[in-house]
């Protein structure tokens, strides 16, 4: 049991901070991190002993929010307006952070799921190409070509691009 807490408990933030990307959604990504625990706990005895307990915790945790958000494309969105405080519905972002921050969400939100998790488990999470394979049980040639197709889409869709054609960044150069 305390090999089980020293190799979990400091994967935690990091379980969430995906959960929370994956969701979009504080108290859901919370009960989906703490699923994800649980089911951990009753399997540790399935775990294999030399793998990495990282990739299998992000493992479970993936699978458990495809699976969630599955649920949620067949009984459709819910939105509770009594929960969601009046600023936020009366008055528009003034920032450019809080506008660019919006902009960037509503880019994500539109690349399919297997691009999605790629980018964020690669991006945001630092897992390498081999790790993310494993987490998605995909070979690491398609963690590649669909981390390479999310970048592309995101570039273009923060660009304001809508055309089809990967947009051509400019090399950066000095400023003096």
Do not use: F
């Not at 994500?108 to 494993?134: H, I, M, N």
């Amino acid at each position: 049991m305390s090999d089980m807490m020293r190799l979990v408990g400091p994967l935690i933030p990091a379980l969430r901070r995906y959960a929370r990307a994956l969701l979009r959604n504080p108290v859901d990504a919370d009960d989906l991190v703490q699923d994800c625990l649980e089911r951990a706990v009753s399997r540790w005895h399935q775990r294999r002993p030399d793998g990495d307990a990282r990739t299998w915790l992000y493992a479970i945790l993936h699978n458990l929010a495809i699976s969630q958000l599955r649920q949620r494309t067949r009984r459709g969105p819910h939105l509770a307006v009594e929960d969601a405080p009046e600023a936020s519905l009366a008055i528009a972002p003034s920032q450019d952070d809080g506008l660019r921050h919006r902009d960037l969400m509503a880019a994500l939100d539109t690349l399919p799921g297997e691009q999605r998790g790629v980018l964020l488990l690669v991006t945001v999470e630092g897992l390498s190409y081999a790790e993310t394979a494993q987490v998605l049980a995909i070979p690491v040639g398609t963690v590649m070509s669909r981390l390479s197709r999310a970048r592309d889409r995101m570039i273009q869709l923060m660009d304001g691009e809508s055309g089809s054609t990967p947009a051509k960044r400019p090399l950066l150069r000095r400023v003096k």
